[in-house]
């Protein structure tokens, strides 16, 4: 009895099939990519988290000796990640996004809007400083989203989200994603992703495709509520300072029309204060993370310290009616 070889082998005519090891591709991963490839205007990558997503970035594009230069009000987790690959060669300077980047680097790191303090650059002028200047840019869109803002439509090279956020939507999956703008670019992360394993299973990959059919409805509700839980927020008297880029800043006016659905404030009162703020909502939960259907609070401090002040609380809008979340921080600001 013959055999035919394909059954055994993954090659025809001496090219692999499409799909024959996990670790370099799968039917799913392949979808996702399309979709967010077509979302972001570039060439997707998923990976298995946001945080891998952002060391397959650093070590398949950067070498040891190379300098990445991070907005200082970044992701909190960035910055511990990118400085525990000191290590092994990598440099992490850290400068004010509002401003321009640093010379001497090989990668700008851009974050609008700012997590947890919202701070928002001026894109079009430092991606022009950065790549005068020799470097790469990329740009962790997960606060806005493409529905948003698409970064390399403002010349970025890379974008990056942390795809449990709003992608996913529902805090059921732990996904990340990278888009270039140039495809040489995109090959050589796939081959990095494919020899390290930093792979995104099918069965989160299906959640995410999931979230990406309600991502519009879903940002634009959020956005919405969040400006006008900001401007009351902005008006109470036990608040001291909101952070929002929808109150007025005119760097984010001129890129986006909304500001996504992340906000945050500060407390009259101090640390103590804000703590009891966060511990008294109803509706809203008290617990990490942002940009599920499901409205999300706290404080900041107790994870990155002396970084972010005492009395700041990170507010994630979710799906509730604006009117329903205005009385649960009512009753929780009473307590303040």
Known sequence: MSVDRRTIWPYVDGDPAEYYYGRYGNPVSTEAERRLGELDGGHALVFPSGSGATVALVLGLLGSGDTVALAHDAYFGTSVLLRALERWGLRLVEFDQTGPPPPDVQLVWLEPCSNPLLS??????????????????????????????????????????????????????????????????????????????IVAAPD????????????????????????????????????????????????????????????????????DAARRVETSTRLITNATSLGSVNSLIETRARWEGERVPGSLVRLSVGLESPEELWRDLLGALEHA
Not at 147 to 167: C, I, N, Q
Not at 248 to 271: H, I, M, Q, T, W
């Open 120 to 197: 928002f650059p001026d894109l079009t002028a430092s991606i022009e400083t950065a790549h005068a200047q020799g470097a790469q840019v990329v740009v962790d869109s997960t606060v806005l989203t493409p529905v948003l803002l698409r970064p390399l439509d403002h010349g970025a090279d890379l974008v990056l989200h942390s795809a449990t956020k709003y992608l996913v939507g529902h805090d059921d999956a732990l996904l990340g994603v990278v888009t270039a703008a140039d495809p040489a670019t995109a090959e050589r992360l796939r081959g990095f992703r494919s020899v390290s394993g």
């Open 204 to 271: 989160p990959l299906s959640l995410l495709l999931r979230g990406l059919e309600t991502l519009t409805l879903r940002v634009e509700r959020q956005a919405a509520s969040a400006l006008e839980l900001a401007r009351r927020l902005r008006e109470h008297p036990r608040v001291e300072r909101v952070r929002y880029p929808g109150l007025g800043d005119p760097v984010a006016a001129r890129y986006v029309e909304a500001f996504g659905g992340l906000l945050s404030f500060e407390v009259e009162g101090g640390p």
